[in-house]
């Protein structure tokens, strides 16, 4: 049976931008959110306090967070790799930090310069630093079912990943489809594991579209009870350590899936549409989602 509500976690001023080859001015990222949070989005990955040199196109992460009225009901979050970056987040008041590692060792490289055993006790004392400031903390395992450099994962690789941030206290995990290969019956299977393992209240599913199969694993994922999806406005993204990672999936394509399957997740297509439209002329790698496509027709 499918739920009557899901949340949808804005990631798209995060992933949807952070590899763009154009850099989007501050202002328009701010007018976006603003946006899409008028069209009922109440979480937002906003940017990635990482280093400005790995991400230059996120390298505004301290301005840009200044530049918002914070509204009640709304979580501000950023990607942090370490405590570099948690301080810079907490300095502009996020509600949330998401951590990041990969399940993969070669990705875990190229994308943030260590090891898997080098990365556990950085994003530990970050799990714990941020806890103890009052901002709650949510972690992503990338390459969770395929990696570009390693090929296909199994399952248990991302729960060796996992098991310390869930013992440093994590409130949420992400589980990412990088390079959006994996098929239905993969979610099935893996899912089936991973909830033994971690309380699917705190699994949240992050689809990238690249080979068109997300909303079918997100329908995959609502079989064995997740009820958190992460998806980016306008269908953007990609990581820029992760070639052939294409876009995520896109919001309005999620949106328009889960509101016809009877499920209500508190957003406004039409507004999100609207959003999208926005912002799509000012980016470069554009791959606007499907309904985003249809409504141009209509
Ligand atoms: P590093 O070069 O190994 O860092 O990079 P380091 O600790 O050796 O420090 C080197 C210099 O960087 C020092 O400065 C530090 O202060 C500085 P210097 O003394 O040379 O002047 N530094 C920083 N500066 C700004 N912000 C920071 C920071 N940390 C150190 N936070 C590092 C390591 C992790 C910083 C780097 O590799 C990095 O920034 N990587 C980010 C990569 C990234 O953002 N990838 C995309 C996100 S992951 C993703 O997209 C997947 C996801 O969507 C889920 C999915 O789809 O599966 C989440
Ligand atoms: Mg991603």
């Known amino acids: 049976t499918l739920p009557a509500h899901v949340t949808v976690k804005e990631v798209g001023p995060r992933d949807g931008l952070q590899n763009d080859a154009s850099f989007v001015e501050t202002e328009d990222k701010v007018a976006w959110i603003e946006q899409m949070i008028d069209a009922g989005a109440a979480y937002i990955e906003c940017t990635s306090f990482v280093h400005p ?44 930090v998401s951590v990041f590692m990969s ?60 098991d310390p941030l869930l013992e440093a206290g994590i409130n949420e995990l992400s589980i990412g489809d990088t390079i959006g290969a994996a098929a239905p019956l993969e979610v099935d299977t893996a899912l089936k594991q991973w909830v033994q393992h971690v309380p699917k209240e705190q699994i949240a599913m992050h689809f990238h579209d690249t080979r068109g199969t997300a909303l079918a694993n997100v329908y995959a994922a609502l079989q064995q009870g997740v009820t958190t999806f992460d998806a980016a406005g306008a269908g953007l993204g990609g990581c820029p350590y992760a070639p052939g990672a294409g876009g995520n999936l896109a919001t309005e394509d999620l949106l328009y899936f889960l509101h016809r399957q009877g499920i209500e997740t508190g957003m406004d297509e039409a507004a999100y549409l609207e959003a999208a439209e926005f912002i799509l002329p000012r980016t470069t790698n554009a791959a606007p989602g499907k309904v985003l496509l249809a409504s141009r027709g209509e």
């Open 53 to 96: 040199k790995w991400v230059p196109a996120l390298k505004d992460h301290q301005e840009l967070m200044q530049m918002f009225k914070r509204r009640p009901g709304v979580t501000y979050a950023a990607l942090v790799p370490n405590m570099k970056g948690l301080e810079g987040a907490l300095r502009s008041g996020v509600d949330e």
């Open 103 to 162: 399940a993969s060792e070669t990705h875990n490289q190229k994308n943030i310069n260590k090891t898997i055993a080098e990365t556990h006790p950085v994003l530990e004392e970050v799990i714990r630093e941020a806890k103890a400031a009052g901002c709650s903390v949510r972690a992503y395992i990338s390459t969770a079912f395929a990696c570009p450099y390693e090929g296909t994962m199994a399952p248990e690789t991302v729960l060796k990943a996992v």
